[in-house]
C-alpha cells in the first residue's frame, strides 16, 4: 500500500504561509543564543551527582537512618537548585530590556537605561575561573556611564572554543539595543 504523496503547492491557502504566533515575541525573555556544551557539561554531571545523592538517601531512609537520608535529600535539593540556577545565567533580552543573569545575582537594565553595548577585547576569565586570557566580551554600560560585569565572552562555558557562536551572540545582542534605543 503507497502512501499519497503531496507538496507544498498542493495545501490549501490557509496552510501555505507561515502563521502567526500567538503572542508576541518581545514580550518575553530569550537567550538569544543556545547554551554551551560545557555548560550542559556541568549541568549533567551535577544533575547525575543529585541522582546518586537522592538515591543514596532512599537507601539510608529504608535502613533506619532517617537523619543522613535527611542530610542526603537536602544536598541533592541544593545540587538541583544550583544546578537550576547555572542554566539561567547568561544575558537575556526582551522588548522591556536586557538582563543580565550571574549566579548570584540579577541585573536587569529597561532600554531606556541601557547606554551602549559593545564588544570589546580585554583580559577575560576561563569558564568563570581565576584565570584570565585575552579575549573578547560584551562590554554594556548604563546611560550614566557604569559598565556592567563582562557575564558574555568568548572564554566562558556558553562560548569556549566556539567563537562564531560569540560573534553571533554579540551581534544579536548589539541588533536588540540598536532596535530598541
Known amino acids: 500500500m503507497s502512501l499519497p504523496y503531496s507538496s507544498v503547492t498542493d495545501a490549501p491557502d490557509d496552510l501555505a504561509g507561515p502563521r502567526p504566533l500567538p503572542h508576541l515575541e518581545q514580550d518575553r525573555w530569550v537567550r538569544p543564543y543556545s547554551l554551551g556544551p560545557w555548560r550542559v557539561a556541568a ?40 544546578t537550576l540556577r547555572l542554566l539561567r545565567v547568561g544575558v537575556w533580552v526582551s522588548g522591556k530590556g536586557l538582563r543580565q543573569t550571574a549566579f548570584f545575582g540579577t541585573v536587569t ?25 585575552q579575549g573578547q566580551a560584551l562590554i554594556i554600560t548604563r546611560k550614566s556611564g557604569e559598565p556592567l560585569r563582562a557575564q558574555l565572552t568568548d572564554h566562558s562555558a556558553d562560548f569556549l572554543g566556539r567563537v562564531e557562536a560569540f560573534d553571533l551572540a554579540a551581534d544579536t545582542i548589539e541588533g536588540w539595543a540598536a532596535e530598541q534605543r
Open 43 to 82: 549541568a549533567a554531571l551535577s544533575l547525575m551527582l543529585a541522582s546518586y545523592l537522592l538515591f543514596a538517601a532512599l537507601i539510608m531512609a529504608a535502613a533506619g537512618d532517617t537523619q543522613g537520608g535527611g542530610v542526603c535529600f537536602l544536598v541533592a535539593v541544593l545540587v538541583i537548585v544550583a
Open 109 to 133: 537594565l529597561p532600554w531606556r537605561k541601557v547606554g551602549s553595548v559593545r564588544t570589546a577585547q580585554q583580559p577575560v576569565r576561563v569558564l568563570g575561573l581565576p584565570r584570565s586570557v
